[in-house]
Each structure stands twice: as C-alpha cells, then as structure tokens.
C-alpha cells in the first residue's frame, strides 16, 4: 500500500486523516466496545484533542496511529468509571500489538477493511429506515460532517445531528451486532447497502433540490464507498456492477456543465471531456463481474445499469449509441427491478431506439403516481413530442416538467428548452 502524504499543516492534516482513516477507526473501536455510539464518540474525542494538541506538538509521524491510541485512551478511560464494564477495559489493554497503535498499517490493511465492512453493514441496520442509514453511513463510513450531510441533504446541521444521534441510539438500543450477518441475511443487507450508496450517488449527480445541478462531493464520497464495498467483496457482481455503474457515470463530470456553469444534457456533452480512466475502471469492474455472472452467480439492477451505461461510454459520439442493444437491457432490468423510474428510462431508450411513438407507448402504459409530483414523466414526455415534431405540445409539456422541478438548474433548463420549442412552433407556422 502506498504511504500516504501527511499534510504540513496541523489542521489540514487532522481533516485529512480524519476524511481517510475514520471509518477505519470507527469500524475497529465498535468491534473492541461493541457499541457504535461510544466508538463514534471516542473517535470524535481524539479528533478534537488532534485539533487541540497538533498545532503545538507537530504532526505525528503516523497520525492514523496517533487518532486510535488516544480514541483507546478515551475507551479505557470511560470504562474504568464505569465499574461495572472492567471485563472490557482487560479486552482493549489486551488487544493484540498490530491492533494497537496500528502502526503497522500495511499489515494490518485486511483486518481494518474488514472492519470497515462490517461497519457499513452495521449503518445499514434493518431497524433504521433508508435516510438514517444514508445519513450515519455518510457520517461513520464516509467521515463526511454533519453540515456537509445536511448541506447535502437540504435539511439543517441541528436537525441532521439530530437524526444521526437518533440512529446510533436505535443500533445501542437494538443490541445490533457488529459481526457480519450470514446467508440470506447478509444478502439482504448487502442489498440494503448498495441502495444507501447508490441513493447518495444520486443526489450527488442530479440534485433532487436547491440551487446546484450536481453536488460532487456526495457522488465522489459514493463512488469511494462503492470502490471500498467492491474491494471487500470481490466475490459479488452485483457489487462489482454497482461499482462499474458509478465509475461509468461519474466519468461525465467534467462534461455535464459548460464554461459557463450550465448544465449539459448528455446527448450534447463534448465526450473528450469525459474521465477515461473512471471509463477504464468502470469497464473492468463490470468484465470482472460478467466473468462471474458466467459461473452462474446472478446479476440485478446495478449490473444492468453498468451495461447500459457502458454502451454509451464506448461510443465517442451520441449519434453512435446503440440505443436497439439499450432499449433491450432495459427491458431485462425492469424484469429485474420494476418500477416507474426505469420505465421512464426504457421510454426514453424505445424513443431513441425505435421512434418517438414506441417510447410514448411505454409512458402511456405506465401508473405515474409514484412520479406525480416529479418533473420526470413530463420532461421525457416533452422530449418525444419534440423528437415527434410537435414543438407546441413539446413547449407547453417542458413549461409543466419545469414547474414541478424542486433544483433551479434542472428548471432553468426545462424552461430553455420550453422557449425553444414555442420559437420553433412559431417559426414552423
């Protein structure tokens, strides 16, 4: 493993072992206190005492080290007051040497990880609902803090704290286990735990709300927990999709805003732009994961998401998609996970694929309700009629998609693309 750079400045270098290691530090004092609210306070009492004591003393030469022998510290402190927990004071004194101080780090790198997993699978608790287990894995996992979440999140930094505080109640409360579940309730959590990181992939790449069209720093910090999750479970495709679908889609970045800041519609992205070597891992993620779908192991939504998204990653103009070859996975992936967004998205491909009229017999079939109050069905709706040459019925059907959209890029768009049809109807007659 490369040896990481420490940062010169004292408390730069505190964020940045925090931002890197704290899931690390997190995932191993729950293991030794069994209780996740107590190692995430330990951990946030070494952080302030790094704060406190690296600007007078210097940057330790392995502040990773520094952070868990002083989270330790705390640990061991808080329970010799509590009389009654001696037996766990003898666990953590006793801990073997590489678990320590953690000096080693090389060498302990597998056993970490496998900590970090299972503190992944911990934030994913059936007891919590889906946005406290975003929120706790944004913080434990992804060390993200609280402002950065709620900021995120478009909610408050108190009402934020709030929530995480309340979900690391439940799991105290709930005596939920830190091992790693087995058979089919694992594979419901590892389930559970993919959909938290793809949720926060989501939001970071196509803000539901506020002002920003993307918010990165959300996507990048999924994108590191799906790398992470795929490095620790190298025996499952679907992890292994999840993380090629990441890499493929973040790979558009650079491309999704003009010079200007305004968003750019995929179809009309200069392609030089977009990250080949995000291309180049997500495809060997999702080779890697067909080699085991071979052996029979099944695949599901993400899978098919990444191959969808690798058709169009390996085509250098729009005009070259092999919309027939993606109108045809999304028919496999709404067997495999229906639901109104991915028929969306399969109207939108039969559209591409075979006309603007096979991808309005996909939306006129569809139960919208779920979207009713989402610019989604109107915006693609207004792209068919467009496509169809029906600027008019395309402009009043953009105004309809801009009015129901909550993120002022996206409506500034919608709104764009409404004038450009009604100049266009006016032009035509």
């Not at 929120?135 to 009402?159: D, M, N, Y």
């Not at 179809?267 to 180049?280: K, L, N, Y």
Request: glycine share 6%; aromatic share 6%; net charge negative.
């Amino acid at each position: 493993m490369a040896e990481k750079a420490v940062p010169d400045n004292p408390i730069e270098a505190v964020h940045t072992a925090w931002r890197a290691d704290s899931a690390r530090l997190v995932g191993a004092l729950t293991r030794m206190t069994r209780d996740v609210e107590l190692a995430a306070d330990f951990v946030q009492d070494a952080l302030v005492a790094a704060l406190e004591q690296w600007p007078a003393m210097g940057v330790p030469d392995n502040p990773t080290a520094w952070l868990m022998t002083t989270a330790k510290r705390r640990g061991i402190d808080h329970f010799r007051r509590a009389e009654t927990l001696n037996r766990k004071v003898s666990e953590l004194e006793h801990a073997p040497p590489g678990e320590d101080d953690m000096t080693d780090l090389e060498s302990a790198v597998d056993f970490i990880e496998d900590d970090v997993l299972r503190l992944m699978f911990l934030c994913c608790h059936p007891k919590l609902s889906p946005a406290s287990r975003a929120a706790l894995t944004l913080r434990l996992v992804g060390g993200l803090t609280t402002s950065e979440i709620a900021r995120g999140f478009l909610t408050t930094e108190t009402a934020m704290g709030q929530r995480i505080s309340r979900a690391k109640k439940s799991l105290s409360n709930a005596g939920a286990d830190f091992e790693l579940p087995t058979g089919e309730a694992r594979a419901q959590r590892l389930g559970d735990v993919m959909a938290v990181i793809y949720l926060v992939f989501n939001e970071g790449y196509s803000a539901t709300a506020g002002e920003d069209w993307m918010r990165p720093a959300l996507a990048t910090e999924a994108l590191r927990l799906a790398r992470l999750l795929s490095s620790v479970a190298r025996d499952e495709p679907e992890v292994l999709g999840l993380q090629a679908l990441l890499e493929l889609q973040a790979s558009r970045f650079a491309a999704r805003l003009d010079d200007h800041g305004e968003p750019v519609l995929l179809e009309s992205q200069d392609r030089t732009r977009w990250d080949q070597s995000m291309i180049q891992r997500g495809l060997v993620a999702l080779q890697q994961a067909e080699h085991l779908a071979a052996t029979g192991q099944p695949v599901g939504q993400y899978f098919l998401q990444a191959a969808i998204a690798a058709q169009r990653a390996r085509s250098e103009h729009a005009e070259n998609t092999n919309w027939r070859r993606i109108a045809m996975l999304y028919d496999l992936l709404a067997g495999a996970a229906p639901g109104p967004t991915i028929e969306v998205n399969r109207a939108v491909a039969y559209g591409r694929a075979f006309g603007p009229e096979a991808g309005m017999a996909v939306l006129d079939a569809l139960d919208s309700a779920a979207l009713r109050d989402s610019p989604l069905v109107p915006s693609v709706r207004a792209d068919l009629f467009e496509r169809s040459g029906q600027h008019r019925m395309a402009s009043e059907t953009f105004a309809e998609a801009a009015k129901l959209s909550r993120n002022a890029s996206e409506r500034a768009v919608l709104r764009r693309r409404a004038a450009e049809n009604l100049a266009q109807s006016r032009h035509s007659h």
